[in-house]
């Protein structure tokens, strides 16, 4: 991926993420959440919901949340305490000041890896803004590992792909414990008689020639005839063969430019 393309893909990531739609949170275990009854500052909370999905709350005790929305959550302890006599019409507020039971893991060559809340919808654009874009080590493609009904799919999605076509199909909305991995970019390598040898980006449809201009050209003694390429098959043997100009480069190839015998 070149600079601008990664530098506009960051930039449509942020844009994306700021228009996310703010949805109602799932309560589960361990979120922490702050709970006030207006005109009643004597029934405010801030508690954990325990691993049974309960919160124990003033003059009606045990509480379910677990699973709700924070709007049912709200409807459900309103309705226990006019139920219960206790506040006529109550006006219940929950705001959630911890969110730990809906996260997904973002890893791999991301600016801020980490685990992320889903506050309502996200998508895997959404996503990898929050933790910061790809960084300029990073691939064209994200892995996606998406558990589903106690089992797990894995998911391979070209980013550049996505953004060229604007086909947002692939752009998937995540759940809890979802695992989304930016894999390193790909890498060839030079070296012999060119002015910068050593491991390169690989760009996609990559030839010998821009292999030539990326490490600076020959140098002096250089020569372009009979450059090689080195390649591991895949049962990890070596071949070597001749490189034409327009060869194009794979995975972990290595170039070598001869000296010139004249």
């Known amino acids: 991926m070149t600079k601008i393309m990664m530098a506009l893909l960051i930039l449509m990531l942020n844009a ?76 219940v507020n929950i705001l ?19 685990r992320y809340p889903i506050d309502g919808k996200h998508s895997l654009i959404d996503i990898l803004a929050l933790a910061g874009g790809v960084v300029p080590e990073g691939g064209d493609t994200v892995t996606l590992i998406r558990n589903r009904n106690g089992q797990s799919k894995k998911e391979v999605i070209d980013l550049i792909d996505m953004v060229r076509s604007g086909n947002m199909k692939k752009d998937l909305d995540l759940i809890t414990d979802d695992v989304v991995y930016v894999e390193r970019a790909p890498r060839f390598y030079v070296y012999g008689e060119v002015q910068k040898p050593g491991s390169y980006r690989l760009e996609r449809n990559m030839t010998v020639l821009q292999v030539l201009a990326v490490s600076g050209g020959l140098t002096a003694r250089g020569t372009e005839r ?16 001749k490189a034409e100009h327009e060869d194009l480069i794979q995975i972990d190839d290595v170039v070598y430019v001869k000296e010139s015998l004249f």
């Open 16 to 91: 994306w993420s700021t228009s996310a739609s703010a949805e109602d949170i799932l309560l589960g275990p361990n979120d922490v959440v702050k709970i006030s009854v207006y005109g009643n500052p004597d029934l405010s909370l801030e508690t954990r919901v325990s691993q049974t999905g309960s919160i124990t709350f003033p003059l009606v005790g045990e509480v379910k949340v677990g699973g709700f929305a924070t709007s049912a959550a709200e409807k459900e302890i309103a309705g226990l305490l006019m139920s219960g006599g206790f506040v006529l019409k109550p006006q």
């Open 96 to 114: 959630v000041t911890s969110q730990q039971s809906q996260l997904v893991s973002v890893l791999g060559q991301v600016a801020k890896p980490g």
């Open 226 to 241: 009979g450059m090689r390429i080195k390649r591991r098959d895949a049962d990890g043997k070596v071949h070597e063969f």
